[in-house]
C-alpha cells in the first residue's frame, strides 16, 4: 500500500503520481481535513446513517489517517487509473475504491475551493478573477485532450476521434498565468475533434485589460481584446541542394 509519509520522502515520485509537491500537499491537507470533517462527521457512518457503536469500532479502515485520503483522490486525479489497479495501491477492493472516489472528490474540490486555486470556469468573470490575484497579466492559451472511452455510436465515435492524439478524447481550453504557473480558467469540456481556435471563440472569454496572451498554432486567427498576441513563427525545413 502507498504510504503517504514515506512517499513524501521521494519527491521527484511524489510528484509523479499526484502532481503537487510534498509542501504543496501540506499546504492543502488542513483545509482537506477541516472539508472532509464537515461531509463526513464522527457521529455519522459513511453511508450518512447515525452510528450504532463509537468512531473507531468494528473493521479498521484502510484509509484511516487524512493524509492517507488526500493521497487517494489525487492519485485517482492525476493518474486516473482503472478502479482495479487503484485497488491494489491502497490495498482495496474495486467497489470500495468507487465508494472513495466518489466520496472524496466532492470533498477535494471544497478544499481547493477553500484556499482559492480552482480556476474560473465562468468566461464572463475570467477578467475579474485574474485581477483579484493581482499577477501581471501574461497569459497562455492552450487546448488539453484526455483519452476517453470509446463511444459505442459511430456518430460518436467520428465527434471525439482526435486525429491529434489518434484516439478518442475530450478537450478543454485552458488559461495559465506564465508568471505564477497557475492555471486560471478552465473552458467547457468539448468534444475531441474540437478545434481548438473554435472552443475559444464560443467560451467569449473576458480577458484583463493590458493582457498579453501567448498561443501556438492551434489558435491562428483568434485575436481577443487585449493588448498584444503572441505566436511562433513556423520554420520552414532547409532544402536540400
Known sequence: MLDCETLQQDERK???LTGITPPEFQRLLPAFTRAYARASPSHETLAGKPRQRRPGGGRKAVLLRPGDKLLFILVYQKAYPLQELLGSLFDLSQSRVNRWVHRLLPVLVRAL????????????????????????????IDGTERRRQRPKSPERQALHYSGKKRAHSDKNVVIV????????YLSGTHAGKAHDKRVAEGEAIRYPRGATLLKDSG???????????CQPKKTRPAKLT
Open 113 to 140: 475551493g477553500r484556499l482559492g486555486v480552482l480556476p474560473e470556469r465562468n468566461p464572463r468573470r475570467f477578467s475579474r478573477h485574474e485581477r483579484r490575484r493581482g499577477e501581471p497579466p501574461e497569459l497562455i
Open 219 to 229: 489558435f491562428q486567427g483568434y485575436e481577443p481584446r487585449v493588448r498584444q498576441t
Open 177 to 184: 498565468n506564465a508568471h505564477g504557473k497557475r492555471v486560471g
Open 14 to 16: 511524489f510528484v509523479a
